[in-house]
Structure formats: C-alpha cells, structure tokens
C-alpha cells in the first residue's frame, strides 16, 4: 500500500513518538516512519528512534539565532528527507507562522485537553480546578493559533474524587498512546487526497 512519509518532532522521551513507531511498523500503515528530529541534543527520545531503525537528529534550538533561522534549518532536513506528514510529539516548541505555513495541512499534534477546552499549559490541573467531570486529549492540525487547528481525533478521561494533576495526566497519557495511531492515520488519509508534495 502507498505510505506518507512521516517525521516526528520530539524534545524529551517521546512515548507517543514511540507509540507511532509501533504503528508504521504494521504493513497496513499509511504512515512510513523516516526521520525523528529534537530540539535537545540529550532527548532521550532519539535513542528510542534509532531503536526501532529510525534516522535521528539534533537540532538544537539554541544553536540559532531567533526563532525562524532554526525552523529554516529544521524545514531543510524535512525536505532532505522527503518528509510528507509530520506529528509532533511532546515538541516543546510554539512553532511561528511560517513554518506552519510551510505545513499546513500536513502537520498534526497530540494536547492533553478536550480541545478547544485548555490550550496551552496545566491542563489538568485546569480541568480539576474548573471543576470539569471529564478531561482528555485532542490530536489536531497544527494551525498558526497555539491548540486551535480542527480536531481529528479526541479520547475522553473520567476525573475522579481526589484527582491531582499528575495522577489525571497518567490516565490521560494512557489514551494518548492509543488515539495518536489512530488519528495520524486518520490525517494520512486526508493528505492522501492531495497532490502528492
């Protein structure tokens, strides 16, 4: 079967990259896993990658001068690589306008919230202070507002009596790994639909 050619940007240990490792594993996936690329020389992350045969690289931020120069020099790689579908995954990164635009349509990420509920940051402890019954994660575009592109894919977790942050973002991190496969395969679809890059 045809298969995107997916990059995965990580900045620490990167279990949903790991998760999406796993899937393109499986012949039937539409995605082919080619590069993983950090931010931080020491992500953890990218010894998971080369693990599982998948190229890494380092590409650390500081090494640049604003913000734009090092997505230019990410963007370069990508391109080397012939990526054609990216998932960012625990990316610590606000990424500008340009190169969303670079991406658009073709770049997904996974929020530990039920979007458009919590962008951002502390979205658990949020969701327990707002007093919420449930909370979630959303895989979505990746658009040029922080957490606002469309949502894919969405799983949704109880919040129980005495729920802390933590113990509200292990349970949350659990369907994480689940939906992530799913919904990057839901977005390779989508893609599929386009002009081939």
């Not at 007093?131 to 894919?152: F, L, P, T």
Request: proline content about 6%.
């Amino acid at each position: 079967m045809s298969k995107l050619r997916l990059g995965i940007l990580i900045s620490g240990r990167g279990s949903n990259m790991e998760q999406l490792l796993k899937a393109a594993q499986d012949a039937d996936y539409p995605a082919e896993a080619v590069l993983v690329l950090s931010n931080k020389a020491n992500a953890p992350g990218l010894e998971t990658a080369a693990a599982f045969g998948v190229p890494g690289q380092a590409i650390p931020h500081s090494d640049f001068a604003d913000r734009e120069a090092f997505e230019r020099a990410m963007d370069e790689v990508l391109r080397d690589n012939r990526v054609e579908v990216i998932a960012l995954a625990g990316f610590m990164r606000v990424l500008t306008p340009w190169f969303v635009s670079r991406w658009a349509g073709r770049m997904i990420n996974i929020h530990p919230s039920l979007l458009p509920k919590y962008p951002g940051l502390d979205t658990h402890k949020r969701a327990i202070d707002t007093g919420d019954s449930e909370a979630g994660c959303s895989v979505h575009w990746v658009s040029k507002g922080v957490d606002e592109g469309g949502v894919i894919a969405q799983a949704r977790v109880p919040i129980l009596a005495g729920d802390t942050p933590d113990t509200l973002a292990d349970r949350v991190l659990v369907e994480e790994h689940k939906l992530y496969p799913r919904a990057l395969a839901l977005a390779c679809e989508e893609i599929m639909k386009k002009p081939r890059r």
